[in-house]
Every structure is written in C-alpha cells, then in structure tokens.
C-alpha cells in the first residue's frame, strides 16, 4: 500500500519558487502517469496492491484576495480533479463523514 498525501503544500511551495501553473500541471501528470504504471506492474504481482490519494478540498467556495492563493486553490482543484479522473475510486470525506463520488 501507496499512501501519498501533502499535495497542496507541494503546491504551494512551487509557487513559491517562481513555478508557472502549466509547469506545476505537467510536473503532476507525470507523477501521477508514473504512480498509476508503478501499480500495474506491482498489481501483477500483487492483486492488493494499492495506491492512495489523499488531496485536500481547498476554499470551500471563497475566492483569496491573493493573486498567489487563487492560483494556489485553483491548481488544487485542477490536480484533484485529475488525480480523480485516473482513480478507480473517489471519496469525499467530511468531517469524518464519508460519500462515495465513483
């Protein structure tokens, strides 16, 4: 088992050093391209093998005044929303209450 979580300060600190959105997107597609063959192949060997996401929703609808933390929830979004679209299975969980998406 896979448990990758602390996206949003990944993020963050790309940000930080002068990263542009698009290069921040593509970093994490090809992260994410290289998690889902990574668990193929162990899957190969391992049925149970498994990788989970955890991404935080960010903002819950309020828009930053910050320019830098509108790009910063914005990219969030985008990458949970892509890292979504890739998994097998979604859950919203909040406050401890869980709903299955897919």
Same mark, same amino acid.
């Given at each position: 088992?896979?448990?990758?979580?602390?996206? !949003?300060?990944?993020?963050? *600190? !790309?940000?930080? +050093?002068?990263? #542009?959105? !698009? /290069? =921040?997107?593509? +970093?994490? $597609?090809?992260?994410?391209?290289?998690?889902? +063959? %990574?668990?193929?192949?162990?899957? *190969? %060997?391992?049925? $149970? %093998?498994?990788?989970?996401?955890?991404?935080?929703?960010?903002?819950?609808? =309020?828009?930053?005044?910050?320019?830098?933390?509108?790009?910063?929830? #914005?990219? $969030?979004?985008?990458?949970? +929303? *892509?890292?979504? %679209?890739?998994? #097998? /299975?979604?859950?919203? =969980?909040? /406050?401890?209450?869980?709903?299955?998406?897919?």
């Amino acid at each position: 088992m896979l448990v990758m979580e602390g996206f !949003e300060e990944w993020i963050k *600190q !790309e940000l930080e +050093q002068g990263r #542009d959105a !698009e /290069h =921040i997107l593509s +970093q994490f $597609n090809t992260l994410l391209g290289q998690v889902r +063959q %990574s668990e193929a192949q162990r899957r *190969q %060997s391992d049925e $149970n %093998s498994v990788v989970f996401l955890i991404m935080l929703e960010m903002g819950r609808g =309020i828009v930053p005044l910050s320019a830098l933390e509108r790009t910063w929830r #914005d990219l $969030n979004g985008w990458l949970v +929303q *892509q890292g979504s %679209s890739l998994s #097998d /299975h979604v859950y919203y =969980i909040w /406050h401890g209450l869980g709903k299955k998406l897919k």
